[in-house]
């Protein structure tokens, strides 16, 4: 079982930056490959939404609202993705997920898991 843990979240004043990690990591066995890597939100009231995505092989998008403002980024040898996120307003206060997909070893097992999420709340 994959385990992710987030970190980074907190209150921050509108047109302020806030950088959210995700470190991925297993009880026995090792990760053997993330194809992708990415971060949801959920604002209250609402479903939880795709935000960025960032896959083994660079490519990233981002969701329109967040276009020019968050930055998805990787370090595959730490197993860790980040979310920088600049020119905060108040409508991108959500939890904020982690999600995770790729293999596991022995027994080359899929896994596709989440953070158990972390608030960003930016006041105006």
């Known amino acids: 079982q994959v385990q992710l843990v987030e970190s980074g979240g907190g209150l921050v004043q509108a047109g302020g930056s806030l950088r959210l990690s995700c470190a991925a990591s297993?009880?026995?066995?090792?990760?053997?490959?993330?194809?992708?890597m990415s971060w949801y939100r959920q604002a209250p009231g609402k479903q939880r939404e795709l935000v960025a995505i960032?896959?083994?092989?660079?490519?990233?998008n981002y969701a329109d609202s967040v276009k020019g403002r968050f930055t998805i980024s990787r370090d595959n040898a730490k197993n860790t993705v980040y979310l920088q996120m600049n020119s905060l307003k108040p409508e991108d206060t959500a939890v904020f997920y982690c999600?995770?997909?790729?293999?596991?070893?022995?027994?080359?097992?899929?896994?596709?898991?989440w953070g158990q999420g972390t608030q960003v709340t930016v006041s105006s």
């Open positions: 999600n995770a997909g790729g293999i596991t070893w022995p027994g080359v097992k899929p896994f596709n898991s």
């Open positions: 297993v009880a026995s066995g090792v990760i053997f490959s993330i194809n992708t």
């Open positions: 960032s896959t083994t092989g660079g490519t990233t």
